[in-house]
Each structure stands twice: as C-alpha cells, then as structure tokens.
C-alpha cells in the first residue's frame, strides 16, 4: 500500500529512517504472527514515517481536546470506496500507537466485509457484532503479538449485524470492551461513501476522523459529503490519505 497523505509530504522510496524510538519495538521479518500488510510493525521505512506523521495529526488533534487527561481519545479510519485500505491503514496506525508506548485498541467496524483479525492474525470472535448483540454483556478484546496493541474484531456473524451498528453511536458501545490500560482507540469504517448519513450518528463523541480515499476510484463528491456530514455534528477530521 502507498500512501499520499494530506499530512504528510509523499517521500521518494521506502529508505530506513534512523533514530526512532518506534523501531526498539519492532518484530522480526517474517513473524507470522502478524500479517505482512502491518508494515509498521517490522519496518522503519519512508512509508511507516508517513504513517506516524498521521499519528503526530491525531495526537495534535486530540491534545486540542478537553479533559482528554481522564478519558479515552477516540479516531475513526473511515473509508470512502470498499476495499480492504482503511483496515491495512488502521491496524498500521494502531501498531505505531502501540509501538511509542500508548495501549491502544483497534475496532473492526467493518461487519460487512471484516479484515482487522486477519490482518493481527487473532480469533474471529468475540467482536463488536457479539457486543451489539448482547448489549449487557462485557467483551474482552484480544491481545495481539504486538505489546501494548488489543484487537476487538468484528465478531460472529458480523453482517447480520451491520445495519444495527449504524442505528446508535459507537461511543455508548466503549464501555463494553475490556481493553485493560487503553488509552487510544481506532475504529476501522471502511466502504462508507454510500451511508454518509449514518456517519454523523455512529462517530458522535469522537475526537478526530482519518478518511482514506482510492485513485481512480473514489470521487471527490463522496469525500465532500463525508465533511459536510462530519463538520454538521462538529467532528474533526484530522487529514484524508490517498492509496
């Protein structure tokens, strides 16, 4: 995956970058306990400086939030076209959290079509669609190969529940995941270009949003009306990457 960030200059190649504390904690190449597709989590390239320059965003974004000391800091990764982008870039922008000493959670929101265990290479389920099927009941998230990072994939027969997610917000949802320490969580959204309405109601009470687009596939009228919508119920959006 290439990334042509809007917070970020496009680099010239992947050329290690040196002197990151974020490599200290890098796995070995080919662990197979992490997909290959998590490139933060073996690399200190150009393309994994770019994917810390939209954590740098976020956190910027977040600290400009009040009573963030005491509370969670939420972001969404939400994409424009289907495909799997959102969910490779939300689970690299999980793993640089994880990796400059955050404990952070990554969401698997996209119940259609999920990605994120794969992708972290943990169980199925328990997931979100679990927690939205039994609203009572607490969900432990999953712990992944990399410290510091748990996983809440999208859960048992996830479809059948991706109309019900987009019905409240996600932010009533966080107090049913049991991520021990987290202070950062991350929600994947991918393929959202044609539910923007559904936007406003389900990121109500996030901090920021990170919104992905395609080349070639994603239009410029689907992103605008992601704004507008995002913009009406005063959610930031911290920057759009283009893959």
């Keep these: 995956m290439r990334l042509k960030s809007t917070v970020h200059r496009q680099g010239a190649g992947d050329t290690p970058v040196q002197g990151n504390d974020d490599a200290r904690s890098l796995l070995q190449p080919g662990d197979q306990r992490v ?4 490139v933060a989590a073996f690399r200190n390239d150009d393309m994994v400086a770019k994917i810390r320059a939209i954590r740098a965003k976020v956190i910027a974004g977040t600290s400009e939030q009040t009573g963030m000391a005491t509370r969670i800091a939420l972001t969404a990764i939400v994409g424009v076209s289907p ?40 169980p199925e389920s328990p997931g979100l669609a679990d927690s939205l099927r039994t609203p009572d009941a607490p969900i ?25 997610l ?20 991350i929600v994947a959204l991918p393929a959202m ?24 596939r994603t239009k410029i ?22 893959v």
């Design 221 to 242: 009228a689907d992103i605008r009306r992601i704004v507008d919508v995002l913009d009406q119920r005063g959610i930031p959006v911290a920057g759009s990457v283009l």
């Design 140 to 164: 432990a998230a999953q712990r992944t190969a990399i410290p510091g990072l748990f996983v809440l994939p999208a859960g048992s027969d996830a479809a059948s529940q991706a109309s019900h």
């Design 166 to 185: 987009e019905r409240g917000a996600l932010v009533d949802q966080v107090e049913q995941w049991s991520m021990p320490g987290v202070r950062q969580i």
């Design 35 to 38: 997909d290959p597709l998590v």
């Design 83 to 122: 495909g799997d982008a959102p969910s490779v870039l939300s689970a690299n922008l999980a793993t640089v959290f994880a990796q400059m000493g955050t404990v952070t959670g990554l969401v698997d929101a996209g119940l259609a079509d999920p990605a994120i265990a794969s992708l972290l290479r943990v």
């Design 193 to 216: 270009g044609d539910r923007v309405l559904a936007l406003g109601n389900l990121l109500a009470g996030f901090d920021n949003v990170v919104i992905v687009a395609e080349k070639h």
